[in-house]
């Protein structure tokens, strides 16, 4: 029922910044909760972000004061603005929603993007 595609993910070197997004098929969108999760080789997924319906935004704390999570429901996107990137953010980013989710969970998320890659050098 809904489809999620990520973009803007790419190669920096640390203090860099990128800006993702995930663009969303669906009328539902407005409704969504969404997030922004990474996993990098060897490592489980984890939990970076979230938006929830009513624009309350949830971060990690390793991310916290880098990176800001934001919607357009109007546009069906969610974007992910990374600034003063580190090695240690290099994974691979996947955008992720679903009705009804009041959790960093992963695996309470029903919809996935297929993930963009972001690279940070030392």
């Known amino acids: 029922q809904v489809q999620l595609v990520e973009s803007g993910g790419g190669f920096v070197q640390a203090g860099g910044s990128l800006r993702l997004s995930c663009a969303a098929s669906?009328?539902?969108?407005?409704?969504?909760?969404m997030g922004w999760f990474r996993q990098a080789p060897g490592k489980e997924r984890e939990f970076v972000t979230r938006?929830?319906?009513?624009?309350?935004?949830y971060y990690a704390d390793s991310v916290k004061g880098r990176f800001t999570i934001s919607r357009d429901n109007d546009r069906n996107t969610v974007f992910l603005q990374m600034n003063s990137l580190k090695p240690e953010d290099t994974a691979v980013y996947y955008c992720?929603?679903?009705?009804?989710?009041?959790?960093?969970?992963?695996?309470?998320?029903?919809?996935w993007g297929q993930g963009t890659q972001v690279t940070v050098s030392s």
């Open positions: 992720a929603g679903g009705p009804n989710i009041a959790g960093s969970n992963w695996r309470l998320y029903d919809y």
């Open positions: 938006i929830n319906w009513s624009l309350g935004t």
């Open positions: 669906g009328r539902t969108f407005g409704s969504f909760n």
